[in-house]
């Protein structure tokens, strides 16, 4: 019988290898999560939001199902907060993620969505993970030029006009 979410743990630590697999440096990992954290999450089957306490950073994630258990991503930035690589064991706490994800938008950003209204309907519509990859490619640009023209290619899909 699965949980219900105000029935399951505040916080589980576990220990795990996250797993590459791939032999190219830098690529992506994941990590499984043992039986015992996927029975304390309550035996779902769906994705899980999570938040992820790597040191004094945190992440938020999902779990997603996987062979009748969950993963998730470890990525670059987690890692580095972890001081840990792929097959590394890594010390790691989770909690369910209950509040609603917010994607903090770069007020210039935000003013080329308030000058498209389609765009910032369709932009405000998109799932949690395709606003913040929005955003996250717009705060990567190191160049103001790449910046804007990524601000204006952004704004120009969501408009539907590329």
């Given at each position: 019988m699965a949980l219900t979410p105000d029935k399951?743990?505040?916080r589980i630590t576990f220990t795990a290898r996250p797993y590459q697999p791939r032999a190219?440096?830098?690529?992506?990992?994941?990590?499984?999560?043992p039986a015992k954290v996927h029975a304390a999450l309550g035996g779902a089957r769906g994705r899980i939001p999570i938040k992820l306490f790597l040191g004094t950073s945190v992440f938020q994630t999902s779990a997603m199902?996987?062979?009748?258990?969950?993963c998730f991503m470890f990525n670059a930035q987690m890692r580095a907060a972890a001081g840990k690589e792929a097959g590394q064991l890594v010390?790691?706490?989770l909690e369910v993620?209950?509040?609603?994800?917010?994607?903090?938008?770069p007020a210039d950003f935000a003013r080329a969505l308030k000058a498209s209204p389609l765009a910032r309907a369709r932009f405000n519509?998109?799932?949690?993970?395709?606003?913040?990859?929005?955003?996250?490619?717009?705060?990567?640009?190191?160049?103001?030029?790449?910046r804007s023209r990524r601000i204006a290619g952004a704004v120009a899909m969501l408009a539907g006009s590329k």
């Open positions: 399951l743990p505040a190219e440096q830098g690529a992506w990992c994941f990590v499984v999560v199902p996987f062979e009748g258990n969950h010390k790691f706490v993620d209950r509040g609603k994800r917010v994607v903090k938008v519509a998109l799932a949690f993970s395709h606003r913040k990859a929005h955003v996250e490619a717009i705060l990567a640009a190191k160049r103001p030029e790449t």
